[in-house]
């Protein structure tokens, strides 16, 4: 934002409506006042919009004192006004603020949050040559140098944290300023994560938008937070009754009052509400009433399903097209009522058995195991990661002479190329399987909902649900991921990359694409290649998502520690099964992990395919979790044990690298 107002002297701040926090204003000015402009020491003066009032209330009356100094106004100083909130619903106040600021040859940061006022606030930044940006999220990076200096870590223990709270934010739709951490101690903070504790961080934001109410709190009876939250939940339990998405501003009043009676308060209606709208945790668009922060609401709707099960089952019915994942996982760390969970593992048992019913029980990887080695084959996993080193090499390249930036051009057109192929392909072949397909893909999507919710179930309720409802709640779980994985995979390999590659490197194809590219014809053998290249990095990606995906979910859903001796106790009997149960242990307890990843790579003799993509899932995982930790080594021998019988291995070099992990990447 500094940099922004340097460069433009008058800018307009969107702030999302979901930014936690109304003091931007102030933060910015503690910031600005320790910088300089043109050489001069910057001068921040803070004005809510509120208090512009013509004729008496301007920007000069509304400054505090040392702003109208003679020295303030020397050559020594930079003043910039930074407006919070301007009243766009006055017309006249805003044709006074706008005099102002064309009266003004200083820099001007107006910050506001307002969405409704569309028509009026585009006149206002056009009308006074505002130059318009956006808040955006805080960063991975700037969470990780926030803890780091905060909470003492060394950097890569901060990243470690620091990418576990990103995944947080972003799956709960947080937009906090990382400092609401400061109030915790490090363990405890450490303590939250590792247990998967995500209610109880997002409880800590909650607590901080609860007490900007009763800040705002005018009433002469002041309520405290808890109250507030009472009355918050009361609309919840309304919302989700009606199933809709906002309350009516008539039906809200009607809940206020009957709040306000129930329990005896002596506060006026609109007293006790409006510290909801003045702090920013309700809006009111056109009569419907929503809350401003997701998290707030998922979070408010999880405690209140907990007091009432029966609508719980209701509200978490898996088959529902509109599904509340969100409310759904923090209520698994509050406590699954012992309905819901029946209700899901009913849902997945229900897609497992159609899936064995029409595909099997043996897995893929076994009984298609010379298919799918085939594929293999026809990749060259060597090949292709010697052969894309070498091109990601010339594109960072800091040569810029004209051979290699038309080199470069050219390795880009021929992916694109690649890409557009597959993006476009519609087989004929595909007619005669339509209502094969539809029906695979009815399973799949079941299977696909039905994985998540139960590990999730698994994950998020790990400490929540006794024993014998995780035993129940794990063999579930592995059934579905198991068939999930296979039937995805039996989908996949319907592709006819054969056709593709044929197609693509016909002749026909090539001079076409050469001479789409202005390229020579001297080149056409190097662009075969490349083509070729880029095709099978293709395939082999698309082939191996499935199982990356799943043992993704597996691991980042579910892959808590509290869980361990139950899935050390699972007796697996299937081939996919135990391979499952390994890579979860592995996540959740590396060392007994470890072991079991042994046992089960010395005894598998199916497809290769399914070695390369979990070695290359589990060195992703050593990158990105597990670097420079206890764990470190057990995820790198695993990766060796894994990929030793492909005829493949890693250099030491990357498996270092992957133990470094990404910190000065």
């Known amino acids: 934002m500094f940099d922004a107002v340097k460069e433009n002297k008058k800018i307009f701040v969107r702030i999302p409506r979901t930014f936690s926090g109304n003091n931007l204003g102030w933060y910015l000015s503690y910031f600005l006042i320790r910088t300089q402009i043109n050489d001069k020491q910057v001068l921040p003066i803070v004005i809510e919009g509120k208090d512009i009032v013509p004729p008496q209330k301007s920007l000069n009356k509304l400054s505090p004192n040392f702003a109208m100094d003679e020295k303030v106004n020397s050559d020594l100083y930079e003043k910039i006004y930074i407006i919070e909130e301007p009243v766009f619903s006055s017309k006249t106040r805003m044709d006074f603020l706008s005099q102002q600021i064309k009266s003004l040859d200083g820099y001007i940061i107006i910050v506001s949050k307002t969405e409704d006022r569309i028509a009026t606030i585009s006149n206002f930044i056009q009308e006074n040559s505002l130059i318009e940006y956006t808040i955006c999220p805080i960063s991975f990076s700037e969470t990780a140098i926030f803890l780091e200096k905060n909470f003492d870590m060394q950097p890569f223990e901060a990243e470690a944290v620091a990418l576990r709270l990103d995944n947080t934010f972003r799956k709960f739709r947080i937009e906090v300023d990382p400092s609401y951490f400061t109030l915790i101690g490090q363990d405890t903070l450490l303590a939250l994560i590792d247990a998967n504790k995500r209610a109880e961080l997002i409880q800590l934001a909650v607590h901080g938008l609860l007490s900007l109410i009763v800040a705002y709190d005018p009433a002469s009876t002041s309520l405290s937070r808890s109250t507030r939250e009472r009355f918050l939940k009361k609309i919840c339990l309304h919302k989700i009754k009606l199933e809709e998405s906002f309350i009516e501003d008539t039906d809200l009043?009607?809940?206020?009052?009957?709040?306000?009676?129930?329990?005896?308060?002596?506060?006026?209606?609109?007293?006790?509400?409006?510290?909801?709208?003045?702090?920013?945790?309700?809006?009111?668009?056109?009569?419907?009433?929503?809350?401003?922060?997701?998290?707030?609401?998922?979070?408010?709707?999880?405690?209140?399903?907990?007091?009432?099960?029966?609508?719980?089952?209701?509200?978490?019915?898996?088959?529902?097209?509109?599904?509340?994942?969100?409310?759904?996982?923090?209520?698994?760390?509050?406590?699954?009522?012992?309905?819901?969970?029946?209700?899901?593992?009913?849902?997945?048992?229900?897609?497992?058995?159609?899936?064995?019913?029409?595909?099997?029980?043996?897995?893929?990887?076994?009984?298609?195991?010379?298919?799918?080695?085939?594929?293999?084959?026809?990749?060259?996993?060597?090949?292709?990661?010697?052969?894309?080193?070498?091109?990601?090499?010339?594109?960072?390249?800091?040569?810029?002479?004209?051979?290699?930036?038309?080199?470069?051009?050219?390795?880009?057109?021929?992916?694109?190329?690649?890409?557009?192929?597959?993006?476009?392909?519609?087989?004929?072949?595909?007619?005669?399987?339509?209502?094969?397909?539809?029906?695979?893909?009815?399973?799949?999507?079941?299977?696909?909902?039905?994985?998540?919710?139960?590990?999730?179930?698994?994950?998020?309720?790990?400490?929540?649900?006794?024993?014998?409802?995780?035993?129940?709640?794990?063999?579930?779980?592995?059934?579905?991921?198991?068939?999930?994985?296979?039937?995805?995979?039996?989908?996949?390999?319907?592709?006819?990359?054969?056709?593709?590659?044929?197609?693509?490197?016909?002749?026909?194809?090539?001079?076409?694409?050469?001479?789409?590219?202005?390229?020579?014809?001297?080149?056409?053998?190097?662009?075969?290649?490349?083509?070729?290249?880029?095709?099978?990095?293709?395939?082999?990606?698309?082939?191996?998502?499935?199982?990356?995906?799943?043992?993704?979910?597996l691991c980042g859903i579910a892959g808590v520690p509290v869980l361990s001796p139950i899935i050390s106790h699972y007796?697996?009997?299937?081939?996919?099964?135990?391979?499952?149960?390994?890579?979860?242990?592995?996540?959740?307890?590396?060392?007994?992990?470890?072991?079991?990843?042994?046992?089960?790579?010395?005894?598998?003799?199916?497809?290769?395919?399914?070695?390369?993509?979990?070695?290359?899932?589990?060195?992703?995982?050593?990158?990105?979790?597990?670097?420079?930790?206890?764990?470190?080594?057990?995820?790198?021998?695993?990766?060796?044990?894994?990929?030793?019988?492909?005829?493949?291995?890693?250099?030491?070099?990357?498996?270092?690298?992957?133990?470094?992990?990404?910190?000065n990447a």
Request: aromatic residues 12%; charged residues 25%; hydrophobic residues 40%.
């Open 571 to 663: 007796e697996a009997t299937d081939i996919n099964a135990k391979i499952l149960q390994s890579i979860w242990l592995l996540e959740a307890s590396p060392d007994q992990g470890f072991q079991h990843i042994k046992s089960v790579f010395q005894n598998y003799n199916g497809a290769s395919l399914l070695r390369v993509a979990i070695s290359r899932f589990l060195l992703d995982r050593l990158y990105w979790q597990h670097y420079q930790t206890d764990n470190s080594r057990f995820f790198a021998n695993a990766v060796k044990q894994v990929i030793k019988r492909t005829g493949l291995q890693y250099e030491e070099k990357t498996l270092k690298e992957a133990i470094q992990g990404p910190v």
């Open 253 to 553: 009043s009607a809940l206020a009052l009957e709040f306000i009676h129930e329990y005896g308060f002596k506060i006026d209606q609109s007293e006790f509400l409006s510290p909801f709208f003045k702090s920013g945790l309700l809006y009111n668009c056109h009569g419907k009433v929503s809350f401003a922060y997701p998290y707030l609401e998922s979070y408010l709707i999880a405690k209140v399903l907990r007091d009432y099960p029966d609508i719980a089952v209701n509200y978490f019915n898996p088959e529902r097209r509109d599904f509340d994942v969100y409310s759904f996982d923090l209520y698994c760390e509050m406590g699954p009522g012992q309905d819901v969970v029946d209700s899901i593992s009913r849902y997945s048992d229900f897609f497992v058995n159609a899936g064995q019913e029409k595909y099997g029980k043996e897995s893929i990887f076994i009984k298609n195991k010379k298919i799918i080695d085939s594929s293999v084959v026809d990749i060259g996993f060597v090949d292709i990661t010697k052969r894309i080193s070498e091109m990601a090499d010339k594109l960072e390249n800091a040569d810029n002479s004209q051979n290699i930036r038309d080199e470069k051009q050219r390795i880009l057109d021929t992916q694109s190329k690649v890409i557009g192929s597959l993006s476009q392909r519609n087989s004929s072949k595909d007619s005669e399987l339509e209502d094969e397909i539809q029906v695979e893909f009815f399973i799949l999507d079941g299977l696909s909902r039905a994985s998540i919710l139960c590990l999730t179930l698994l994950g998020s309720g790990s400490e929540s649900i006794n024993k014998h409802m995780k035993e129940d709640l794990l063999k579930t779980s592995i059934d579905t991921c198991s068939i999930f994985m296979d039937i995805w995979m039996y989908n996949r390999m319907r592709i006819d990359f054969k056709d593709i590659k044929n197609s693509l490197l016909s002749d026909t194809n090539i001079n076409a694409f050469v001479k789409s590219i202005n390229a020579d014809e001297s080149s056409i053998e190097k662009i075969r290649k490349d083509l070729a290249t880029f095709l099978a990095f293709f395939q082999s990606n698309v082939l191996m998502e499935p199982i990356n995906r799943v043992l993704s979910n």
